[in-house]
């Protein structure tokens, strides 16, 4: 039988019926599971039975969650995490030994810049960066111990795309392990295992929940380097919850419909942008004035809902255009229906030395909007009248 469509997996990937017949999944808020007798509990725990346990294990909610990202992604293991945050670190613990080293891309996302220059370095794992408009640099960055080259793409917060088949072979070739965080794309929209990565990561609390109510993430991959990771994960506990893993799935089911909106209503905006007196520069993976445009027309299906711009005046120009927003919301989070504005310079990124953020794409009036479902004449009018 020939496979099944996004949409179509998205919807029907589902656990086992119950006695019941439910048409839904049920919520299993379980903390364990019982056994027949001694045997099948033996067997079940030298791992002869595949079955669930203790839900900081395996439960059907986040089982069902797993096999859903797995069949978008088309990967062959998973394993789901409490927060994205969660899912990176148990991803680098879990696969990482002491005097090991990772080459990344020096535009990652805040916490895990933190976990490789703060954290990490506790267990002696050190982390070379490479600019990400100068990928021609990477091989010289990868040293005997080098056990991980790892990315975002698009990046968080300035949005730049990085060529993932690129990475996928400069991987293969040094035979190190290709990580991919893949959140701002969604499974949706692009599949960095086709162009040769390892594990793809996701903060399942953005897109894949896209309403704001629930955090998660996951892992997905490899199925012996998910062993290595589940192993980790089962020890030391950031598991997903029943619930959680309920919601998130249940969101999966809408997110092509979601997604393709979002992408619909960020387009519009990017262009208007673009055209705004008071706009300096927009990023936006679609446009075709992107650095990288050819390179995001290749490896994605849309351009997402991010987009990142600068507005003139600096660190102070941010700082005013936030406080004139009317409509819009001004938080961290991203991948809401609802569209927030974020102002890096001033908020996330401002313990950053100028350079450091410079370093990184983020200059001092760079805003990130994260493009929701509300009307797009109302969301520009918004942007329009803080802009002026």
Known sequence: MKDNHFETEAIRTQTERSQFLEHSTPLYLSSSFVFEDAEDMRASFTEEKERNIYSRFTNPNTSEFIDKVCKMEGAESGYAFATGMSAVFSTFAGLLSSGDHIVSASSVFGSTHAL??????KWNIKTSYFNVNDTDKIESLIQPNTKILYA???????VDIIDLELLG????????????????????L?????????????????????????????????????????????????????????????????????????CENALKVAEFLEGHDNVSLVKYPFLKSHPQYEIAKKQMKLGGNIIAFEVKGGVEGG??????IKLLSLSANLGDTRTIVTHPASTTHSKLSREDRMETGITDGLVRISVGLEHTD???????????
């Open 152 to 158: 975002e793409s698009p990046t968080n917060p300035a």
């Open 190 to 262: 692009q599949n960095p295992i086709k162009f040769g990565a390892d594990i793809v990561i996701h903060s399942a609390t953005k897109l894949i929940d896209g309403q704001g109510r629930v955090l998660g993430g996951v892992a997905v991959g490899r199925a012996d380097l998910i062993r290595e990771i589940y192993l980790f994960s089962r020890n030391t506990g950031p598991a997903l919850s029943p619930f959680n893993a309920w919601v998130l799935s249940k969101s999966l089911e809408t997110l092509a419909v979601r997604v393709d909106k979002h």
């Open 319 to 324: 700082r005013a255009f936030l406080n004139k």
């Open 169 to 188: 072979k400069i991987a293969k070739k040094h035979n190190i392990l290709l990580v991919i965080d893949n959140c701002f794309a969604t499974p949706y």
């Open 378 to 388: 109302d969301i520009i009018n918004d942007l329009d009248q803080a802009l002026n």
């Open 116 to 121: 490789f220059t703060k954290f990490l370095p």
